[in-house]
């Protein structure tokens, strides 16, 4: 495929994003966006030593080095410290959240009313788990989720109370289930007026509508002053492919779902080769 580069950003594969040729250039982003799960860490929360010693090498050099993650903002502390992030931006809760620190301070927050999408989603999986962000301290569930999946303080209540006012941000769980079959479920539900991820396994996130990573992403690069052309994307989630679109290089992580790697300018490598490192030494 022929590569070519924006006015002002990354050497392109996409077509769509093509415009002029600027030959091997090697451009420096002025914004690297940052998917956690996945991406940064692990299942056990692991960082390796090559990725925070890229991620502090972008930082060192000037960049503004932004995670943007599907957690919740008080998910996240660990994360900044560990890297020694030691001052900036964030994007939480899929978009519907930003932030800086330190300390932790919501900067922005989008709620909706997700009443009709959870009773939809319940018609069909009656017993599944629900659970809406309470901002910044937890989430009030219908139930206990498996150990480790949810986070922060944990109120139990039934449906009609976590639905009764707008939220930032719900997940609906079902351990019986795959993520193909959620995956057809909201794709049979034509979920309206809502936006929505479906994770690795049976795990539905449900968001306002026209928010994702990207909406946020692009509120925090316009108060920085950086152009979409300039912002390196890296993630490994269908939660993440508004973000590799939106940016101006996204690239998707080595072992992330087809269509997520189908959404990206290019592929790295997998968590466990140091895929961050790796998409960052090209660059920084």
């Known amino acids: ?13 996409r077509a769509a994003k093509a415009t002029t040729t600027r030959g091997n250039a090697r451009v420096t982003p002025r914004l690297v966006a940052l998917d956690i799960d996945g991406t940064l860490v692990d299942e056990h929360e692991r960082i390796t030593a090559p990725v925070a010693a890229a991620v502090r090498r ?28 030691r001052q900036g931006h964030g994007v939480a809760s899929n978009g519907a959240v930003t932030f800086t620190y330190p300390p932790i301070e919501i900067a922005t927050a989008t709620t909706f009313d997700a009443g009709t999408a959870v009773r939809k989603v319940l018609e ?13 301290r937890g989430y009030r569930s219908n139930a206990p989720f498996p150990e480790g999946e949810i986070t922060g303080e944990i109120w ?16 609906i769980r079902d351990p019986s289930s795959s993520a193909a079959d959620f995956l057809k ?3 049979d539900l034509g979920l309206q007026g809502i936006n929505y991820f479906v994770g690795y396994t049976a795990w ?15 509120k925090v690069a316009a108060e920085l002053g ?5 912002v390196l994307a890296i993630g490994d989630g269908r939660n ?4 590799l679109g939106w940016a101006g290089r996204g690239v998707a992580m080595g072992q992330a779902p087809a269509d997520v790697q189908a959404a990206a300018d290019a592929v790295t490598g997998t968590w466990a080769e140091d895929g961050v490192a790796l998409e960052l030494a090209r660059w920084l």
Do not use: Y
């Not at 957690?71 to 410290?81: K, N």
């Not at 449906?159 to 941000?169: A, F, G, K, M, W």
């Not at 539905?204 to 692009?218: E, Y």
């Open 226 to 230: 950086v152009a979409a052309a300039d």
């Open 204 to 218: 539905l996130d449900l968001a306002p509508a026209g928010v994702s990573k990207a909406s946020a992403l692009s």
């Open 240 to 243: 993440d492919v508004e973000m």
């Open 124 to 136: 069909v999986v009656p017993g599944a788990l629900v659970a809406v962000e309470v901002l910044g």
């Open 156 to 171: 139990i209540q039934d449906v009609d109370r976590l639905i009764s006012e707008p939220v930032t941000r719900v997940i």
């Open 185 to 187: 479920l909201a794709d």
């Open 1 to 13: 495929m022929l590569v070519g580069v924006s006015t002002s950003g990354f050497p392109r594969t």
């Open 58 to 85: 972008a930082r060192d050099l000037g960049v503004h080095v932004v995670l943007a993650t599907g957690r919740s903002s008080f998910g996240i502390a660990s994360v900044i410290e560990r890297l020694d992030m």
